[in-house]
């Protein structure tokens, strides 16, 4: 049987496992690393506790992107121990101003047929150069530089066979948000969806990575495209075809599910608040009056999508009720911006330039006014994330955001007469001074690590007792996302170090008395609905319920990232036997597990619930290795050994 491209990743990265059992865990060697810095301290804290002098990886990179507003002491605090801890283990480190990790990455150093994992979720950006690329929590990341495996369940196969070629002013970011239609926040979850057919012959290197930087929005372990012709075009212009190897999969490849999408089909797609698959056409929504666009983010933020949108601005002037603000996603699309002229017809339409960082995406400032309208080319619209928890966000591609901005109200940019061409420069500038090596490791020993006030410890775990009694502390509903659980944004975000200080902000969202009850009661549990965690890798999502005391989470589903870093964290995710169940527990009812130990064993839990007498089925299946991690109280324990 003839294997697909991510299987033939596998197979050359297999430590361990079936690959042919779909669901079974299978353990890969890990190639490359990434992190930011929201997730990159409490990494490399992680990192260092592990103890492992130097990275065992090919190349490990540190972003810092997303903290970069600095309006304390914090972030620079944080970025400088990023620096020097990168510099003593040997990491490559990326300074603040080079831009969005995913996009600099791609750029610089993704290279075909490797595993990359990084504490991002939207790493599967690198999918795009056909990379094995996966977003993990942060502790999963330094164990991998030390040369430990990734673990994953070995995923369903999914293939989407494109056909035709996009029309004039529909672009990558339409065919993610299709997908989205299709499948729905959930629909990936525990696929892998690799792109083909002829039509992917018509897609760039960057727009073939605005597809699978958005395959994180399906829930998808990661999406693929091959890597072809296209692919060694966009490695030379980088300066880098020696990095190029061909990739496709096998013609009697098996797949789970194929789906079809003939691209001159496609119209200007829009999601709508509060979720990405809220999917509609633009030209159902033209009434909508729009105060604000952001376009940039590591969806769209490519030279190409820049330049689009600095040709449609060209010219002309923003709408008096719009505030655009346009962030290039890496130092080089920014340079080559200005060298061609094409930043002065933004600044000229009235643009506001942010510097190259996740900027408005992660409600590190720019956020919408009350109330307000947002279009925004990013990848994800949920609730309160862009900072204004009334605000409305629309997710769109560069195209309709340039012409929505110019005109005030959401365009059909179809309507708006001929679509601008573009050409493309033969080489990309290349300047990678702002990436610093590593010392070398003769001098390693001799780097001081730069530790700020704002670095607390990480939180005290135990290991798992024998039974869990405790309250049922906040119950919610389905599609609870990683930015409920444990907000971002530009009051919270500097904070990523200081789990204590973050706690306080834990379900905000939700209910902003959930901190204070979680830490009376000492020890709790919560209860979610579908696809519980869905959304971004945070581990603080995890690790703070765990600093405020909650022993389980108890879902009628899960998300893959989520859940593995609750397992990391020392909290059991268990789900339902059945799902109707849920209705049988209310906020504050007493719960009781015993026998946890022997649970673990059997897969099969059984919950009491004190208040009402009801017993409840629970099901945790775990693999020896994960219920070992739940016993040590976590992953560090137990990769120390404790
Ligand atoms: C996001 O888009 O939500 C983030 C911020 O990039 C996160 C990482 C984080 O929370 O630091 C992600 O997607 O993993
Ligand atoms: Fe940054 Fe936004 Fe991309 Fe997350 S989704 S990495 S916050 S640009």
């Keep these: 049987m003839g294997l697909t491209i991510a299987q033939k990743i596998i197979k050359e990265h297999l430590i361990s496992g079936d690959m042919s059992k779909v669901g079974s865990e299978i353990a890969l060697k890990i190639d490359q690393t990434l992190t930011q810095d929201a997730t990159g301290t409490m990494a490399y804290l992680e990192f260092e506790t592990i103890g492992i002098p130097r990275v065992k990886t090919e190349k490990s990179v540190a972003y810092i992107d997303h903290n970069t507003l600095q309006s304390g002491f914090e972030n620079a605090d944080d970025h400088r121990y990023i620096q020097s801890v990168a510099k003593k283990h040997g990491i490559y480190f990326s300074r603040p101003g080079n831009g969005i990790c995913h996009q600099v990455h791609l750029e610089r150093f993704g290279k075909p ?18 990379m094995l690329a996966m977003g993990a929590g942060g502790l999963d990341v330094a164990v991998a530089m030390g040369g430990g495996a990734y673990y994953i369940s070995m995923p369903k196969m999914y293939k989407v066979n494109l056909t035709g070629k996009l029309s004039p002013w529909v672009s990558a970011k339409d065919v993610s948000l299709e997908i989205l239609r299709l499948l729905s926040v959930k629909g990936g979850v525990g696929t892998i969806i690799e792109w083909g057919g002829e039509g992917i012959k018509t897609l760039s290197v960057p727009e073939r990575a ?15 495209f091959p890597s072809d012709e296209t692919t060694r075009e966009f490695l030379k212009a980088q300066g880098r075809e020696q990095d190029y190897v061909p990739l496709s999969s096998d013609e009697d490849a098996v797949y789970d599910k194929i789906i079809d999408i003939d691209l001159s089909t496609l119209k200007p ?4 608040p509060h979720s990405p698959d809220n999917v509609k056409p633009a030209s159902e929504l033209t009434d909508i009056k729009v105060d604000q666009v ?105 195209e309709t955001a340039a012409v929505s901005a110019l005109t005030g109200y959401i365009t059909d940019a179809t309507t708006c007469g001929t679509a601008p061409e573009i050409t493309m420069p033969e080489k990309f500038t290349i300047n990678d001074s702002a990436v610093l090596a590593p010392a070398s490791e003769q001098d390693a020993k001799d780097v001081e690590i730069l530790r700020g006030p704002n670095i607390k410890p990480f939180p005290e775990t135990k290991p798992l007792a024998e039974s869990i009694s405790a309250p049922l502390i906040l119950k919610v509903g389905d599609n609870i996302t990683t930015d409920h ?57 995890a690790l703070v319920p765990l600093y405020l005391g909650v022993k389980a989470v108890i879902a009628k589903s899960f998300a893959r990232i989520h859940a593995a870093n609750l397992i990391n964290a020392g909290i059991i995710p268990l789900t339902f036997v059945n799902e109707a169940d849920y209705d049988k527990l209310s906020q504050g009812d007493d719960l009781v597990m015993s026998d946890l130990y022997n649970s673990l064993a059997s897969g099969e839990f059984t919950l009491v619930n004190k208040t009402t007498g009801e017993e409840i089925k629970l099901v945790g299946e775990f693999t020896q290795r994960q219920t070992d991690i739940i016993k040590a109280g976590g992953l560090l324990k137990y990769t120390k050994g404790e």
């Design 485 to 541: 659980i444990m907000p971002a944004g530009a009051k919270i975000l500097p904070y990523r170090s200081n789990i204590p200080y973050l706690s306080q902000f834990c379900f905000g969202v939700c209910d902003k008395t959930f901190p204070e009850r979680a830490k009376e009661a000492g020890s709790s549990i919560i209860v979610g609905g579908i696809n519980y965690g869905q959304g971004s890798s945070r581990e603080h999502a």
């Design 113 to 130: 047929g490797k595993t990359l994992i990084g504490s991002d979720s939207h790493t599967p950006t690198g999918g795009g150069i056909g």
């Design 210 to 224: 605005t597809i699978t930087n958005m395959g994180t929005e399906l829930g998808a372990t990661t999406s693929i």
């Design 294 to 398: 952001c376009i940039g983010s590591c969806t769209n933020s490519s030279l190409a999508d820049m330049l689009k949108v600095a040709a449609i601005l060209k010219g002309k002037t923003v709408a008096d009720g719009v505030s655009l603000s346009i962030s290039p996603g890496s130092r080089q699309v920014f340079s080559m911006l200005s060298e061609c002229g094409a930043l002065a017809d933004m600044i000229n339409a009235g643009a506001r330039i942010l510097e190259c960082a996740c900027g408005p995406c992660i409600g590190m400032g720019f956020s919408p006014n009350s109330g307000g309208v947002s279009l925004r080319t990013f990848n994800r619209n949920f609730e309160g994330r862009s900072g204004t928890a009334d605000g409305k966000v629309y997710l769109v591609s560069p």
């Design 269 to 272: 797609l829009i999601a709508c």
